[in-house]
């Protein structure tokens, strides 16, 4: 696990640089509204929303024309990269993006979460936005708790029997496990709205939830023989599983582990534990602007389209504050990710290991 730690003789940012970092970002932003950046983009997302009903629209043309045919699979296979993009655009919503006011987005990023995507706009929210406030700290990063996999060293050394042995080779499960992350997306989602206490729009959207996959489900199974139609559902999520998690997991595993104690200021936090993607526009495509996270993370609110310009900004800004900025090549990343992952992993206990050969191997 990499912590956020200062070579020797230098102050930990967010202390004793605290105000001149926090000084220079307030200069950053200011730059950034000069420019323009800050400002909406509708007619981009117009077109993107219309682009992707298109192609909605084109998948379920296929879906009814083809029909008894296991060349429905490439449907299916389609309608998992549509509804990843369908969930990149509820994700701009949830943070201002798209249009001028609050609620607006709030009710675009809501149809199409639920509606479009199958996912609770209410728990994304909740989740989402605990992740923004403190990304990669202990204790205050949903993203980084476990759950089948560990994140951390301390959460892998707890892990005790067979879930040790996974632990310890979790890195190279990690990307196939993603084929099932849209099933885990779906119920998550459902037990968040499901929670005790008070949820927002909790019953819009289970009735949207309930209304989009009688839909999906009721067309997909009258069109189709049983087998085919538990296959093309199992590929859908599938893809929309490996697509998401492919798309989230570069932003910010394996980057710096912020320890629980540690207060920093908002610009060091933000760029030090996210990661930018190369590429330019096809990355942009790929991945929804998730390729620019440390400028997203710098500016929530800031649309897709600005973010290639504010990058230019922000490596220089961060080049004379001396804050690390990382960038890399998509498939550097994923590999940063897998032996990541790999290394946290070795933390877990051996349940057949001798005293010995554990005394030895602590030294």
């Not at 582990?257 to 933000?270: G, M, N, S, T, Y």
């Amino acid at each position: 696990m990499s912590s956020l730690t200062a070579p020797a003789g230098r102050p930990v940012p967010g202390r004793g640089t605290g105000h001149r970092i926090t000084h220079t970002y307030t200069a950053l932003a200011q730059a950034s509204r000069e420019l323009g950046l800050q400002g909406r983009t509708r007619w981009f997302y117009v077109l993107l929303f219309g682009g992707l009903v298109a192609a909605l629209g084109g998948a379920a043309t296929g879906l009814i024309l083809l029909g008894d045919s296991w060349l429905q699979l490439l449907i299916a296979g389609a309608l998992g990269l549509i509804f990843t993009q369908f969930a990149f655009l509820g994700h701009e919503a949830s943070h201002r993006q798209v249009l001028a006011s609050g609620p607006a987005n709030d009710r675009a990023g809501r149809v199409l979460a639920t509606l479009f995507v199958g996912i609770s706009y209410a728990w994304w929210m909740s989740k989402h936005s605990r992740h923004h406030a403190n990304p990669n700290k202990l204790g205050k990063d949903p993203d980084i708790e476990i759950d089948t996999v560990s994140f951390v060293e301390e959460d892998a050394a707890s892990r005790t029997g067979v879930m040790a042995w996974f632990t310890r080779r979790q890195g190279w499960f990690f990307f196939p496990l993603l084929l099932l992350e849209g099933v885990n997306l779906h119920i998550n989602s459902l037990r968040g709205l499901f929670r005790r206490g008070k949820v927002e729009g909790r019953w819009l959207e289970l009735g949207l939830l309930a209304g989009r996959f009688a839909i999906y489900l009721t067309l997909l199974f009258w069109l189709l023989p049983l087998g085919l139609a538990f296959a093309f559902l199992s590929v859908q999520l599938a893809v929309f599983g490996l697509y998401m998690g492919a798309s989230f997991a570069p932003n910010h595993i394996g980057m710096p582990i912020v320890p629980r104690e540690a207060k920093l200021d908002f610009l060091d936090k933000q760029v030090r534990t996210s990661r930018n993607v190369a590429g330019g526009w096809w990355a942009t495509v790929l991945m929804g602007g998730l390729n620019y996270q440390i400028e997203h993370h710098l500016f929530p609110s800031m649309p897709r389209p600005h973010l290639a310009k504010a990058r230019l900004l922000v490596r220089e800004h961060c080049r004379a504050a001396d804050v690390p900025y990382t960038e890399t090549s998509l498939l550097a990343a994923w590999a940063i990710v897998v032996r990541h992952m790999n290394r946290v992993g070795l933390f877990a206990r051996d349940s057949f290991q001798c005293a010995m050969v554990g005394e030895l191997r602590g030294r």
